[in-house]
């Protein structure tokens, strides 16, 4: 069963516009993990976050978690035609591999 | 994409045939999964490794087997496959367990079974 799950399913936006998209989870976590998946690739890993953060940025995008609410955020900022494709949360408990969400598919139009 | 290849990377197979997908990878990771794609559900796990000749289940394992006799291959078989097991299958791996760190993910293979 899924531990994480994308909300919304599916975004469009303008080019320049950020974008952000949630994740909620049941239990609880060691680390909850973003990724990208351009059509037809495989997923490619964006930022991992730890229980204990609350945080994190790498270049455009900006992860946070609050534990309390068992949710995420993954916001991409001044987004770009490139920034196309399907997020997906993950999250890992224990010494269990990761759990996929569903996924939100952003549309980014120029 | 992080030294792992898939094969094949297409495949059309009969029901009731014996198919195996190889993943090999040159990052000499401890760890390595297999995941598979559908429409609506998301990545499932179906099984993973933790070491040469250590294998688990996963989520979705039934109808799937394993086995690793190198750190670099991870093969899934499915025994007699269904039409069921259409989907994409994606290979990963990671140099320790994910609650640790992030996890590399192959290109797929696209598994039609008719």
């Known amino acids: 069963s899924q531990q994480g799950e994308e909300d919304p399913q599916a975004l469009s936006i303008q080019e320049g516009e950020n974008a952000t998209m949630n994740c909620s989870y049941k239990t609880s976590i060691n680390n909850l993990q973003w990724y990208r998946q351009n059509s037809g690739r495989g997923l490619v890993h964006l930022i991992l976050?730890?229980?204990?953060?609350r945080e994190k940025h790498s270049g455009r995008l900006r992860v946070t978690l609050d534990t309390s609410k068992k949710s995420s955020s993954l916001l991409i900022t001044a987004s770009r035609a490139a920034d196309t494709a399907s997020y997906f949360c993950?999250?890992?408990?224990?010494?269990?591999?990761?759990?996929f969400g569903k996924g939100t598919r952003l549309s980014v139009i120029a | 994409d992080a030294g792992i290849t898939q094969s094949p990377r297409h495949k059309v197979t009969e029901t009731g045939t014996p198919v195996t997908l190889r993943c090999h990878q040159t990052?000499?990771?401890?760890?390595m999964y297999w995941y598979r794609q559908d429409p609506g559900h998301g990545l499932r796990l179906i099984h993973y490794?933790?070491?040469?000749?250590?294998?688990d289940k996963g989520e979705v394992s039934d109808g799937y087997s394993v086995s690793r006799s190198k750190t670099e291959d991870f093969l899934l078989t499915l025994e007699s496959a269904t039409s069921s097991q259409t989907s994409v299958y994606f290979c990963a791996i990671s140099r320790d367990r994910q609650a640790y760190t992030e996890a590399f993910f192959g290109q797929g293979t696209r598994l039609t079974v008719v």
């Open positions: 993950a999250t890992s408990r224990g010494n269990t591999p990761l759990v």
């Open positions: 976050i730890r229980s204990n953060e």
């Open positions: 990052e000499n990771h401890r760890y």
């Open positions: 490794s933790y070491g040469v000749k250590d294998t």
